[in-house]
């Protein structure tokens, strides 16, 4: 049967969904609930679910990044947004990003219906069969990038790229970003890799120098401060990877700038 997966911090919205709906009617089953993003993420990961019943407002949770990170890992995955949160350009954007239907609280009982019969019938037409959903096919793991994924694959790479550079100082890893832009690790390097041609330390280390590069024009700052300032532990690595990437010295650079 196709698996649903219903996540909104009201458990009564949760477990009136869970049991009022005529989930048989579609062969469809509710393989799991949540009440909070990272809760709903978790089980997202474990359950592999066909559709999603969700609220975009809720405690650790960013939903357009929620979205576009399922869409972009999982194209198959149909995404019903149920929500109280009214603001047309935040419904336009979710849209773009792949949600299949926006729905406002409270609904009505025919339109959440109709939402999940559209939902199967798509999954119908990609070929999912409810006989045999078994997660195989919700991940894009495979070559060439979906075109139309490249809206939520944008996004992600967007925001990745964002929140790299604002947290460059930081002990970062690239789990961190993933985290973040709610996909996984491995699939949030294939897509850096795919959409800037670099790798997350190219990135990462770009992001310092570019900060460094404004620290060593303040001569009241030593070398080693700037290393400890811009995220690197020590002053020898500072040094070879500032080398590397400029093709000066950190000191020559402050010399001649």
């Keep these: 049967m196709y698996k649903v997966a219903i996540i909104d911090d009201e458990p009564l919205i949760v477990e009136g969904l869970a049991r009022t709906m ?46 576009a ?32 239907r926006f729905l406002l609280k409270p609904s009505k ?10 939902a199967t019938k798509r999954l119908f037409q990609l070929g999912i069969t409810h006989e045999e959903t078994d997660g195989a096919k919700t991940s894009g793991e495979d070559g060439a990038e979906d075109p139309d994924n490249h809206e939520a ?31 996984s690790q491995w ?9 800037t041609g670099k790798t997350f330390s190219d990135i990462l280390n770009g992001a310092r120098m570019d900060k460094s590069k404004e620290l060593l024009k303040n001569p009241a700052l030593r070398i080693c401060d700037v290393a400890e300032m811009v995220g690197f532990q ?8 500032f080398k590397k990437m400029e093709g000066i010295s950190a000191n020559e650079y402050r010399n001649t700038h």
């Design 22 to 67: 005529a989930w048989d009617k579609w062969n469809c089953q509710v393989a799991g609930t949540a009440y909070d993003g990272r809760e709903g993420m978790e089980m997202i990961r474990k359950e592999s679910p066909d559709i999603i019943i969700s609220d975009i407002h809720m405690p650790e949770l960013d939903g357009l990044r929620m979205i």
């Design 69 to 100: 990170g399922l869409k972009s890992e999982f194209p198959d995955m149909q995404i019903i947004i149920l929500t109280g949160y009214r603001e047309f350009e935040y419904a336009r954007q979710a849209i773009s990003l792949g949600v299949l």
């Design 109 to 118: 009982m025919g339109e959440l219906e109709e939402a999940v019969d559209a």
């Design 153 to 183: 694959n944008s996004f992600i790479v967007s925001n990745a790229l964002e929140y790299i550079r604002e947290h460059s100082a930081e002990r970062l890893r690239l789990g961190d970003v993933a985290e973040q832009v709610y996909v």
């Design 187 to 195: 699939h949030l390097s294939k897509l850096i890799g795919k959409h």
């Design 234 to 241: 020590d002053l020898a690595h500072f040094s070879r990877v």
